[in-house]
């Protein structure tokens, strides 16, 4: 692990140096010896966002300095920094910083630092402390022959940590083994997850990831700091490495992301026009946020990680600045927190078709009612019941399924019927029975 870091640091510290030229992947890939792949997927992975972001957000800052410290004017500044016209340059200062250059100046004070989103694993002690802490662990381990790998998962492996930041990791190890599950360990008096699996369990839960989801964000972003065994690195890396998301995943992905905004989205409802509170209503729309930023990023063809509303920010998606941007500076009455719930409905309605896609094809295909357990079965029980059911409860607020009963049984050998709902497509020519 420490090699990437150390990798990782040439770039940066070039990054530095040459803050004002045009610097390309290439030149970055060529300092570490990487494909521009590669480096791209390591970069990402360590700082948390992409190279050319890293780059801009640091010319930014750096261009900060200048305006307040020199008299150049602010077309030179954004010349010298490599930005085409006052305009983009302007656009791009005021999305990061919420000011635009002109009024920036104004204020006439340093209040962007210039290491503003500077990175530097050569001068941070912490992040040294924390690297050392694991590579500590990582020595012991090798000394169990039980153990066999261990992945480094959460802040350390792609973000920064700060003094309150525990340290995530995934311990494999022999199948003749018998591990304690979950360990908490201790190095350096920073503490230490340990999620120890043998090399079966680690395979099948590898394989029960389904691309697009919580799961696969957070394996993905994970780095392998020790392995014995090829076959546990192929797996690893099986995931790891896959930065595309095939259509069904993504398409099961956006529906449980859709699943997971109606339900907050009801609650904020609720709680603005049953509760005639603003300020709790509110509070549900930011948690409804991050699972549209997550909407966002999949449709864009990404995966979305822990940082979603920051990764959806990249879009320019209107809905994610009207919420993220917009409302949250914005004083909270029932009037923008009302508009702000018919935007979620509108935003919805129209992605309806690639969001509910799973649904409105099986129902596109089905010539009969259709109980939500058959549904489910008939999805082979890979997408959980309660998501069905709320996405269909939607459709047909939205017109598009009818909604009736059908008759079941909690069990094998129960004999009083209760009912379960029941779905078809309004549009179908059907007969139905119950």
Same mark, same amino acid.
């Given at each position: 692990?420490?090699?990437?870091?150390?990798? /990782?640091?040439?770039? $940066?510290? @070039?990054?530095?140096?040459?803050? %004002?030229? +045009? !610097?390309?992947? *290439?030149?970055?890939?060529?300092?570490?010896?990487?494909?521009?792949?590669?480096?791209?997927?390591?970069?990402?992975?360590?700082?948390?966002?992409?190279?050319?972001?890293?780059?801009?957000?640091?010319?930014?800052?750096?261009?900060?300095?200048?305006?307040?410290?020199?008299?150049?004017?602010?077309?030179?500044?954004?010349?010298?920094?490599?930005?085409?016209?006052?305009?983009?340059?302007?656009?791009?200062?005021?999305?990061?910083?919420?000011?635009?250059?002109?009024?920036?100046?104004?204020?006439?004070?340093?209040?962007?630092?210039?290491?503003?989103?500077?990175?530097?694993?050569?001068?941070?002690?912490?992040?040294?402390?924390?690297?050392?802490?694991?590579?500590?662990?990582?020595?012991?381990?090798?000394?169990?022959?039980?153990?066999?790998?261990?992945? /480094?998962?959460?802040? $350390?492996? @792609?973000?920064?940590?700060?003094? %309150?930041? +525990? !340290?995530?990791? *995934?311990?494999?190890?022999?199948?003749?083994?018998?591990?304690?599950?979950?360990?908490?360990?201790?190095?350096?008096?920073?503490?230490?997850?340990?999620?120890?699996?043998?090399?079966?369990?680690?395979?099948?839960?590898?394989?029960?990831?389904?691309?697009?989801?919580?799961?696969?964000?957070?394996?993905?972003?994970?780095?392998?700091?020790?392995?014995?065994?090829?076959?546990?690195?192929?797996?690893?890396?099986?995931?790891?490495?896959?930065?595309?998301?095939?259509?069904?995943?993504?398409?099961?992905?956006?529906?449980?992301?859709?699943?997971?905004?109606?339900?907050?989205?009801?609650?904020?409802?609720?709680?603005?026009?049953?509760?005639?509170?603003?300020?709790?209503?509110?509070?549900?729309?930011?948690?409804?946020?991050?699972?549209?930023?997550?909407?966002?990023?999949?449709?864009?063809?990404?995966?979305?990680?822990?940082?979603?509303?920051?990764?959806?920010?990249?879009?320019?998606?209107?809905?994610?600045?009207?919420?993220?941007?917009?409302?949250?500076?914005?004083?909270?009455?029932?009037?923008?927190?009302?508009?702000?719930?018919?935007?979620?409905?509108?935003?919805?309605?129209?992605?309806?078709?690639?969001?509910?896609?799973?649904?409105?094809?099986?129902?596109?295909?089905?010539?009969?009612?259709?109980?939500?357990?058959?549904?489910?079965?008939?999805?082979?029980?890979?997408?959980?019941?309660?998501?069905?059911?709320?996405?269909?409860?939607?459709?047909?607020?939205?017109?598009?399924?009818?909604?009736?009963?059908?008759?079941?049984?909690?069990?094998?050998?129960?004999?009083?019927?209760?009912?379960?709902?029941?779905?078809?497509?309004?549009?179908?020519?059907?007969?139905?029975?119950?």
């Amino acid at each position: 692990m420490s090699d990437y870091f150390n990798e /990782l640091q040439k770039t $940066l510290d @070039y990054i530095e140096e040459n803050i %004002k030229e +045009d !610097i390309t992947l *290439e030149q970055l890939s060529a300092l570490c010896f990487y494909s521009t792949h590669h480096y791209h997927r390591v970069f990402q992975s360590v700082i948390g966002i992409p190279v050319a972001d890293y780059i801009k957000k640091r010319k930014l800052s750096v261009a900060a300095g200048e305006i307040i410290g020199t008299d150049k004017k602010i077309i030179d500044i954004a010349l010298d920094f490599g930005f085409n016209c006052h305009e983009t340059f302007s656009r791009a200062f005021k999305r990061i910083f919420d000011i635009t250059p002109n009024d920036y100046r104004k204020l006439n004070t340093h209040a962007i630092p210039t290491d503003f989103w500077k990175v530097s694993f050569a001068s941070s002690n912490l992040q040294k402390r924390y690297m050392q802490a694991v590579e500590t662990l990582c020595e012991r381990l090798k000394m169990d022959s039980n153990v066999i790998a261990v992945i /480094l998962e959460g802040s $350390l492996s @792609y973000d920064q940590v700060w003094e %309150k930041s +525990d !340290i995530d990791m *995934e311990i494999i190890v022999n199948d003749n083994s018998k591990p304690t599950p979950w360990i908490c360990l201790i190095e350096d008096d920073i503490y230490i997850n340990g999620n120890v699996k043998t090399r079966s369990e680690f395979r099948q839960s590898v394989a029960r990831i389904r691309r697009g989801s919580g799961a696969h964000s957070y394996f993905s972003l994970g780095t392998m700091v020790y392995c014995k065994d090829e076959s546990v690195r192929e797996i690893f890396e099986s995931v790891n490495a896959d930065d595309e998301i095939g259509e069904r995943d993504r398409s099961y992905a956006l529906m449980e992301r859709t699943e997971w905004v109606l339900w907050r989205l009801y609650k904020a409802e609720k709680w603005l026009k049953v509760k005639s509170d603003v300020r709790y209503s509110y509070l549900w729309i930011t948690e409804v946020l991050t699972y549209i930023a997550a909407i966002e990023v999949l449709l864009n063809n990404s995966i979305p990680s822990r940082e979603v509303i920051l990764q959806a920010l990249k879009y320019n998606s209107p809905i994610i600045e009207k919420l993220y941007v917009g409302l949250m500076d914005e004083k909270k009455n029932s009037i923008n927190i009302s508009q702000s719930i018919d935007m979620i409905y509108e935003y919805l309605r129209q992605r309806m078709d690639i969001i509910c896609k799973p649904i409105l094809d099986y129902f596109n295909k089905a010539n009969e009612m259709k109980p939500l357990s058959t549904i489910a079965q008939d999805f082979n029980n890979t997408i959980e019941s309660h998501i069905i059911c709320e996405i269909c409860e939607w459709l047909c607020e939205e017109g598009v399924l009818l909604k009736d009963i059908s008759q079941t049984y909690l069990t094998n050998k129960s004999s009083s019927i209760v009912y379960e709902p029941a779905y078809f497509k309004v549009d179908s020519d059907m007969d139905v029975l119950i």
